[in-house]
Antibody, heavy 116, light 108 residues
């Protein structure tokens, strides 16, 4: 059974940093692309970032480019999202999601709140 | 960026009735379209991919159709557990994946 267990959310001040983690199990982690998708309170879904199975390929939404960095440690079966220069509009529930195009498996979500 | 527009924003349906949800893309996404269901406090659940292929374990009352810029999700006979928010998502323009704004299906 695929499991994606997220951690690392919380309250951070404007301009601050936070790192999210997503620990994967139940599948061959290094063989699958992974993504981050977020959902602002009461709003819809927004794709944030993707990384290839090897970690060599990375992509970002324009809204986070230059501030967020996606990475993975295949030896630890863990996906990361380093978020710097956080803004109010980054306040959201962040989900990790398995695979590249559409997402059958999601983490439980972790809340990031950016306060002034 | 491909913008996905869903209609209606809210759909009021009685249990047992048919629900038809629409999703429109600003340019062709061929059949590279997925549908998700999301209930309060839960992660989205994949229903349909490839515009019409049901994901694993999805009941046959859920069906998807369409190609190009116009898509439909049909729930043939609404069950109590189907009241939720539904999102479409295009992946034709990978990696710039985009979601629609959602349709809330509520009890009439």
């Amino acid at each position: 059974e695929v499991q994606l267990l997220q951690s690392g959310g919380g309250l951070v001040h404007l301009g601050g940093s936070l790192r999210l983690s997503c620990a994967a199990s139940g599948f061959t982690f290094s063989s699958h692309a992974m993504n981050w998708v977020r959902q602002a309170p009461g709003k819809g879904l927004e794709w944030v970032s993707a990384i290839s199975g090897s970690g060599a390929g990375k992509n970002y939404a324009d809204s986070v480019k230059g501030r967020f960095t996606i990475s993975r440690d295949n030896s630890k079966n863990t996906l990361y999202l380093q978020m710097n220069g956080l803004r109010g509009e980054d306040t959201a529930l962040y989900y990790c999601a398995k695979d590249g195009y559409y997402f059958e498996d999601w983490g439980q979500g972790t809340l990031v709140t950016v306060s002034s | 960026e491909i913008v996905m527009t869903q209609s209606p924003a809210t759909l009021s349906v009685s249990p047992g009735e048919r629900a038809t949800l629409s999703c429109r893309a600003t340019q062709s996404v061929r059949t590279n379209l997925a549908w998700y269901q999301q209930k309060p406090g839960q992660a989205p659940r994949l229903l349909i991919y490839g515009a019409s292929t049901r994901a694993t374990g999805i009941p046959a009352r859920f069906s998807g159709s369409g190609s190009g810029t116009e898509f439909t999700l049909t729930i043939s006979s609404l069950q109590s557990e189907d009241f939720a928010v539904y999102y479409c998502q295009q992946y034709n323009n990978w990696p710039a994946l985009t979601f629609g704004g959602g349709t809330k299906v509520e009890i009439k």
